[in-house]
């Protein structure tokens, strides 16, 4: 059974940081595809990033390029989003995911995962 654990989640004024964590056990080998979503109340859950687990490629959305940084730590089964020059309209429940599939030799970039973490809310005031 695949397990999540996120934490990191908190409140913060704009340009401030937050980094979360997200630790997965239950896979026998290893999901190839970690991502990191965000769903803000009355949206649509939206892709962050991921990253491919066998190389630490990772891809951003256009919302998180040049402020967010996904990484991992594999001896850990660990992923990390740090978040940097937050704005208000980051404030979102931020989900890590989880999933052995490519999609023509890239992480899935939309969220059909197959596992999920529980979330963690992240707040940025004005």
């Known amino acids: 059974q695949v397990q999540f654990m996120e934490s990191g989640g908190g409140s913060v004024q704009a340009g401030g940081s937050l980094r979360l964590s997200c630790s997965v056990s239950g896979y026998n080998v290893g999901p190839k595809c970690m991502g990191w979503f965000r769903q803000a109340p009355g949206k649509e859950r939206e892709g962050v990033g991921n990253?491919?687990?066998?190389?630490?490629?990772?891809w951003y959305a256009d919302s998180a390029k040049n402020r967010f940084t996904i990484s991992q730590d594999n001896a850990k089964n660990m992923m990390y989003l740090q978040m940097n020059s937050l704005k208000p309209e980051d404030t979102a429940i931020y989900y890590c995911?989880?999933?052995?599939?490519?999609?023509?030799?890239?992480?899935?970039?939309?969220?059909?995962?197959?596992?999920w973490g529980q979330g963690t809310q992240v707040t940025v005031s004005p």
């Open positions: 995911a989880a999933d052995s599939r490519l999609i023509r030799g890239n992480c899935p970039r939309t969220a059909d995962y197959a596992y």
């Open positions: 990253i491919y687990t066998l190389t630490g490629y990772p």
